[in-house]
Structure formats: structure tokens, C-alpha cells
């Protein structure tokens, strides 16, 4: 019991000191130091309860749409079969037909194994594509997919495992200009879930759990045959945890927060010179003055994630500011935070949070959502609120996501 406590302290030591180190560096603006991989949509929540809560998920009860987070959930499933399925406009504010849609499917296979699988289509909309003279070359549709299939299986009495495989074809060029080509990518995932109940409390049941998760752990992607730098894709680790308290027969109240973190190297800072343009070397190369070369293996990339932080920025007069590796590796971790309301089993509201510094991207904003279930059926909707701009200024504003859920052969938990 003294060590779920000292998790749980643990875990919100680290979201308030995340929370803390937030936007400039002592009042000095510095250029951000955004962390960049292709295929960023396989990072995008797909589910509307997970986007209500923050964007998290590796330690909440487990769904039909757990791939995304914690593969290792699909073996405490309820229901013998699971199906889903999601849509969400994305972006509207900049295109207003690119959009998100997600197949999920599970079956338990008895009470210590699961599989699943999930389809993910990203459609960037209808986009006229122009040569270098402006000419029109034709309206396009660039599209992105991946397809995965997961095994997991208990243990142990409370803890479970998984391993997952995907395929990511994004076709962004459609084969437009010299030499271009499709992306592909092979990925995997590896993923833990520990779940039992507690006595943590006199007048109520609870249960606790706890779980973590690489997930994109695969080959790097080209545009094109001719290059030969490659691009990461977005391997990501995960962790959280969440405590689920039943307050009465008909009312439950859950609290989750997630920890995340890329695993990819940071870009370096490059040398400039007085006008502010890059040094080069002599092989042509840009000359790193700070930080690691980020053209490196998957694996090293990997490993590298941990300690490459440069520590360093250019202000507006490209002045490097000096505000230490540590402070940066901090600001490369992301906080999520929700709670989750049922009655009954029917009705859920919930509530969320999510954060990002300024120094790797600024994604800060508040989530809402609701949800219904009927049976076999259920119904799950979210909205995202940005909480760091002004009204109609970013493009993630009034994004929704819905959710259809159907689960046969239920057991009564």
C-alpha cells in the first residue's frame, strides 16, 4: 500500500513541477526547439474519451480504442467482442476537409489473452498542387494510413503485457515531382498494465492502476529515392497512472494523468553567423554548436532522446541563451490530466488537461466530454478547448471527436 501511495505522490510531483517549468526561460524569449518526426498522426488521440481527459489513457480502464495508449488493457476488456469506431475533423480552422477516422476491434480470447486491431486514415482534404513556376499541376488528396494488430496477455495476477506491429503508408507527394514516392513504415509497441483493488479507503471501493508504453518503435521514412536522410517516425513513451473510486452502488469517479515524452533526438543548435544565417561545414553539413547530430540510428535516436537537450537558444537578435540540459530534457515531457464521472454505467461526463512548454511547442488547452451507453451500444463525444491564445487563433480550437462503440457478451463487473 506505501508503494501505490508513493507512485501516485510521485506522479503528481512530476506534473507540478512540469507545470511549473512553463513558457520563457526566466523572462527571455527564445526560439522554441520543436521536436519534429513524419507521420504525425499516428500521435493524434483517436478516441473522444481519451481526448476528454487530457489525451490520456495508458492507466484508465480499458476500451476498445486502448491501442492507441496501452495494449496491455485489452486483456481486462469486459466484453468477449468489442467494436469501434471514430471520426474527427481536424484542423478546420486551416482546412476544412481534413479529417480522422479510426476502425478498432477486440476479442477476448479468455481471461488471461486478448487480441485486437485497428485501422487509422488521416485525409489531409483536396489540395491543388503547383510546380515551381506557380502552374497548376492538379487537385490531389494526400492521405495517410496504418493498420496494427496486438497480443496481450496477463502475467501475472494484476499485471499484464503486450506487443503490438503496425504498417504506415503516407502518401503526402502523391507521386508529384521528381523521384517521389510514398512513405512506408514498420513499427511495434511494448506495453505494461498493472490493475488490482485497493483498501485504500473505508467507505468505498477503489481500484488503482498503473501502466506504461513505447509505442512507434520503427523504421524511419523517405518522400523520395534520391536523399538519403530519412525522417523518425514518433516512438513515444508513455506512463501514468489512474484511481478509480466507487463512491455507491450507482455512482464512480475516476482520476488519470499520463506522463509523455518523444524518442527522438533533439535538434541541435546550429552555428550562425553575425547575419544570423547557418555555418556550414566542409562537407557541406551544418556546423552544430551546441547539442547532438540528430541523423542517427532508431536505436541511438532512441537512447540519445535522454541526454541530447542542447540547453541552449537564439532570442530575436540571435544571442544564444543559456538555460541548461536539464531544464530542456524537463520541458521535453508532456503532462495530461482527467477525471471521469459514471452513473449507473450509462452516463459519463469528464474533464481534462493537457500541457506543453513553450520551448517545445506550446500545446496547452482544456477538454470536455460526455458519454452514453445503452446496452451494447454507447456513444462518446469531446471538444477541445486552447487555453494559451486568443479566441480563433489556433487551429486546434472547437475540435471535436465522436465515437461508436459496440461490446457483446458483457460481463456484469
Known amino acids: 500500500m506505501k508503494v501505490k501511495k508513493f507512485l501516485v505522490a510521485?506522479?503528481?510531483?512530476v506534473a507540478a513541477a512540469s507545470y511549473g517549468q512553463n513558457n520563457n526561460y526566466i523572462g527571455q524569449s527564445v526560439s522554441p526547439n520543436v521536436i519534429t518526426t513524419a507521420v504525425p498522426f499516428v500521435s493524434i488521440a483517436p478516441d473522444a474519451r481519451g481526448g476528454a481527459l487530457g489525451d490520456c489513457g495508458v492507466a484508465t480502464d480499458p476500451d476498445v480504442y486502448s491501442m492507441h495508449y496501452n495494449a496491455a488493457k485489452y486483456v481486462y476488456l469486459q466484453d468477449k467482442f468489442a467494436a469501434g469506431l471514430g471520426y474527427s475533423p481536424w484542423l478546420r480552422n486551416l482546412v476544412p476537409d481534413m479529417n480522422l477516422a479510426y476502425l478498432a476491434l477486440a476479442y477476448k480470447i479468455n481471461e488471461r489473452s486478448s487480441v485486437a486491431g485497428t485501422l487509422r486514415y488521416f485525409s489531409c482534404g483536396e489540395i491543388e498542387f503547383r510546380d515551381s513556376y506557380n502552374n497548376s499541376l492538379g487537385k490531389y488528396s494526400p492521405n495517410e494510413w496504418a493498420i496494427d494488430a496486438t497480443y496481450s496477455r496477463m502475467l501475472g495476477d494484476y499485471l499484464s503485457g503486450a506487443v503490438?506491429?503496425?504498417?504506415?503508408?503516407?502518401?503526402?507527394?502523391?507521386?508529384?515531382?521528381?523521384?517521389?514516392?510514398?512513405?512506408i513504415s514498420v513499427a511495434a509497441d511494448v506495453a505494461v498494465f498493472y490493475k488490482r483493488p485497493v483498501e485504500w479507503f473505508s467507505t468505498m471501493d477503489a481500484d488503482f492502476s498503473w501502466g506504461a508504453a513505447i509505442t512507434n518503435i520503427g523504421s524511419k521514412i523517405s518522400y523520395n529515392g534520391v536523399s538519403e536522410r530519412r525522417d523518425f517516425i514518433p516512438t513515444t513513451l508513455r506512463a501514468g497512472a489512474a484511481?478509480?473510486?466507487?463512491?455507491?452502488?450507482?455512482?464512480?469517479?475516476a482520476f488519470t494523468a499520463d506522463l509523455t515524452k518523444l524518442m527522438v533526438p533533439t535538434p541541435p543548435v546550429i552555428a550562425r553567423n553575425e547575419q544570423g544565417s547557418p555555418i556550414l561545414n566542409d562537407d557541406g553539413t551544418y556546423q552544430i554548436l551546441y547539442g547532438k547530430d540528430n541523423n542517427v540510428s532508431v536505436v541511438q535516436g532512441m537512447?540519445?532522446?535522454?541526454?541530447?537537450?542542447?540547453?541552449?537558444?537564439?532570442?530575436?537578435?540571435?544571442d544564444l541563451v543559456n538555460y541548461g540540459k536539464f531544464y530542456e530534457e524537463l520541458c521535453e515531457i508532456n503532462i495530461g490530466g482527467g477525471i471521469e464521472y459514471w452513473y449507473n454505467n450509462i452516463f459519463a461526463v469528464r474533464a481534462g488537461y493537457f500541457n506543453e512548454t513553450a520551448l517545445k511547442g506550446n500545446r496547452k488547452y482544456v477538454t470536455l466530454g460526455a458519454a452514453l451507453k445503452y446496452n451494447v451500444l454507447g456513444i462518446d463525444v469531446s471538444y477541445l478547448i486552447p487555453v494559451n491564445t486568443v479566441a480563433g487563433s489556433n487551429p486546434l480550437e472547437n475540435t471535436l471527436r465522436f465515437n461508436l462503440s459496440y461490446g457483446l457478451g458483457a460481463k456484469k463487473g
Open 164 to 183: 503490438a506491429g503496425r504498417f504506415i503508408y503516407s502518401d503526402l507527394t502523391q507521386n508529384q515531382g521528381n523521384d517521389a514516392r510514398p512513405g
Open 303 to 318: 537512447i540519445q532522446s535522454f541526454y541530447d537537450a542542447p540547453g541552449y537558444g537564439y532570442n530575436s537578435t540571435y
Open 243 to 253: 484511481l478509480k473510486l466507487e463512491l455507491d452502488e450507482y455512482n464512480s469517479l
Open 10 to 13: 510521485a506522479l503528481l510531483l
